[in-house]
């Protein structure tokens, strides 16, 4: 399901194992932002695929949160942006088998809960590993664009697609959600560079 929304005030946002200090290589955290009326892209997609002789079902989702609508979109696994953004990137990584997201008063509850063990503002995956990625994109002055968030959830935690969509909608403040499309098929005019997920 693709959904659109706003975030009014964005100031601080974390993307991590809550166990992770600040400075770990598989963390995302940028904060000092003092942005206001940001747009978000969220696309919440259940997926089924064979390995083997098993039959493998999880959930991708796909977060863009962006200063403008122009300058990037959601396209089929990943996103598309215009060429003169800088990208960097992050894997997020996992060592207590969940990761927390969040922004603001969130990302600070993220940061104050490290001594916890799968605290309440976490969601439980399951596994050690890399749960997904975060891209940031920044233009040549160095401002920050948009950050684009994909992460995926083993079907065994018995996550229903709207209890992603409700973690998501809490601790990223998303207000004024709308459903754009039912189908998961993205299409991007004007897409001038494409990174894949």
């Known amino acids: 399901m693709r959904y659109k929304g706003k975030i009014k005030k964005l100031n601080h946002i974390v993307v991590s194992d809550p166990y992770y200090n600040k400075g770990v290589l598989c963390r995302y955290e940028i904060e000092n932002l003092n942005e206001k009326d940001w747009i978000v892209n969220l696309d919440i997609i259940r997926k089924k695929e064979k390995i083997e002789e098993f039959d493998i079902s999880y959930t991708d989702f796909f977060m863009l949160i962006k ?6 979109n959601l396209i089929k696994d990943g996103i598309s942006y215009l060429n003169d953004i800088n990208l960097k990137e992050y894997r997020i990584g996992m060592d207590t088998a969940c990761v927390a ?9 993220i940061i104050n809960s490290q001594d916890e063990w799968q605290p309440s503002c976490s969601i439980r995956t399951g596994t050690d ?8 994109g920044k233009d040549k002055n160095n401002n920050l664009c948009f950050v684009y968030i994909y992460g995926s959830i083993d079907d065994d935690m018995d996550y229903e697609l709207d209890d992603i969509k409700d973690y998501l909608v809490k601790q990223f403040e998303i207000t004024e959600l709308e459903i754009e499309s039912k189908s998961s098929k993205n299409e991007v005019e004007n897409a001038i560079s494409v990174e894949e997920g």
């Open 67 to 72: 200063k403008e609508d122009n300058l990037c």
């Open 101 to 109: 997201l969040g922004i603001n008063d969130n990302a600070k509850e």
């Open 129 to 136: 590993g890399f749960f997904g990625e975060v891209k940031e």
